[in-house]
């Protein structure tokens, strides 16, 4: 009867402390932390400010670009369309912290191009699903503005 009692206390004084050890694992440490942060939105505003950062020079400028329903235009510095299109690869290949962006080129029709980028939020991060500058799909989750490129001096690409 005395072991039994022994064993007993052991086993009570175990689960206790695994308990303990339980609760105390959850615990935020420190209490700046969240246990589940909140992802942070991504606005229109936000996307279009770095939209307007991207600048080649002599050949593009997106400074001015102001999106709406998901759609912009914009006139190249450049009526070369092989060098405007490496030029636009090699800016838009960098990924951002918060974002991805997915370049793809329309056929030359005359004069001009249509570029179609598609941003997707990275881990951390949601775009505003309540955007009208960039047109949002909900299934996805991606964001997309369609920029319809014109030829310096309103030529022919070449």
């Known amino acids: 009867m005395k072991h039994t009692k022994n064993i007993l206390k052991s086993l009570l004084i175990t689960v206790m402390a695994l308990s303990l ?8 440490e420190g ?14 505003s936000d996307l279009t400010r770095v939209l307007n950062d991207i600048v080649i020079t002599g050949s593009i400028s997106f400074a001015n670009v102001t999106p709406a ?8 510095e450049t009526d070369t369309y092989d060098t405007l ?3 636009l690869d090699g800016v838009l290949a960098i990924e951002q912290e918060q974002v ?4 793809s080129y329309g056929a030359k029709n005359g004069k001009t191009f249509d570029l179609t980028l598609t941003i997707t939020a990275k881990a951390g991060y949601v ?5 009208t500058e960039y047109t949002y799909n909900t299934s996805n989750k991606t964001a997309q503005l369609i920029i319809t490129i014109t ?8």
């Open 21 to 28: 050890l339980a609760v105390s694992c959850k615990k935020d």
């Open 31 to 44: 209490g700046s932390k969240p246990t589940d942060p909140t992802p942070t939105t991504i606005t229109a």
């Open 69 to 76: 329903s998901g759609t912009a235009t914009v006139t190249a």
């Open 85 to 87: 299109k490496a030029g």
């Open 100 to 103: 991805t962006v997915k370049a």
């Open 127 to 131: 775009l505003d699903d309540k955007m």
């Open 151 to 158: 030829a310096a001096n309103n030529q022919d690409w070449k």
